[in-house]
């Protein structure tokens, strides 16, 4: 079945430091993908997305490109800051679900000062 | 920037008890959602909503769990008898069209003893 994979965490980065989050996905046909974002007490918030494949979504200085040959929409940042604390999730719908949503595990990322 | 609130944001129960669920959506969204996300666990679909009746449901979402639209701004989830492991953060979701993006409320914390 559909499923989104993230790589594990916690990531500790010390502040403008380079982020990588790997998520790699299997799904029926092309969904679009998502990521969002959790900061500390608060809910999930919609970072980026992406809608056919090799489109490259971007906010907030990160950027993920929807891979379709290597079925994956890393997450990535040049240069961190420590209000980027958060757990980030990837996620994708059903397919044919509408807003019934796969979310990955979540990756916490913690940057240091 | 609309956006979707949840009441209240802490909620503690006894086993047993029934409670009751709070969201606000986006004004103009037609399409209601709810999450969960047990502690350390992936966020997971419960239930969609459109047209004042469920479109699609989770394994998870069983007897003891409902959802109303009782006027034309909130929406509830209700679960009728709560277990041990009904405690987790709810989130409430909503959408413009079906399917995603969804724009996620805070959430609710809800605690059974």
């Known amino acids: 079945g559909d499923s989104v994979t993230q790589m594990e965490g916690p990531v500790t980065l010390s502040e403008e430091a380079f982020l990588t989050i790997n998520c790699t996905y299997t799904a029926t046909g092309y969904p679009s993908l998502f990521w969002y974002v959790q900061y500390p007490g608060e809910g999930l918030q919609l970072l980026l997305k992406?809608?056919?494949?090799?489109d490259k979504g971007s906010n907030k200085g990160f950027e993920a490109t929807y891979r379709k040959e290597t079925t994956s929409f890393h997450l990535e940042k040049g240069s961190v800051q420590v209000s980027d604390s958060a757990v980030y999730f990837c996620?994708?719908?059903?397919?044919?679900?509408?807003?019934?949503?796969?979310f990955g595990q979540g990756t916490e990322l913690s940057v240091k000062p | 920037e609309p956006e979707v609130t949840q009441t209240p944001s802490h909620q503690v129960t006894q086993m047993g008890q029934e409670v009751i669920l709070r969201c606000v959506p986006i004004s103009n969204h037609l399409y209601f959602y709810w999450y969960r996300q047990i502690l350390g666990q992936k966020v997971e679909f419960l239930v969609s909503?459109?047209?004042?009746?469920?479109?699609?449901k989770s394994e998870i979402f069983d007897d003891q769990f409902s959802v109303e639209r009782p006027d034309g701004s909130n929406f509830t989830l209700k679960i009728r008898s709560t277990k041990l492991e009904d405690s987790a953060m709810y989130f409430c979701?909503?959408?413009?069209?079906?399917?995603?993006?969804?724009?996620f409320g805070p959430g609710t914390r809800l605690l059974v003893l």
């Open positions: 996620a994708l719908p059903y397919y044919n679900q509408g807003g019934k949503l796969i």
């Open positions: 992406a809608t056919k494949a090799d």
């Open positions: 909503f459109y047209n004042n009746e469920i479109s699609e």
């Open positions: 979701a909503s959408s413009e069209a079906e399917g995603p993006p969804l724009y």
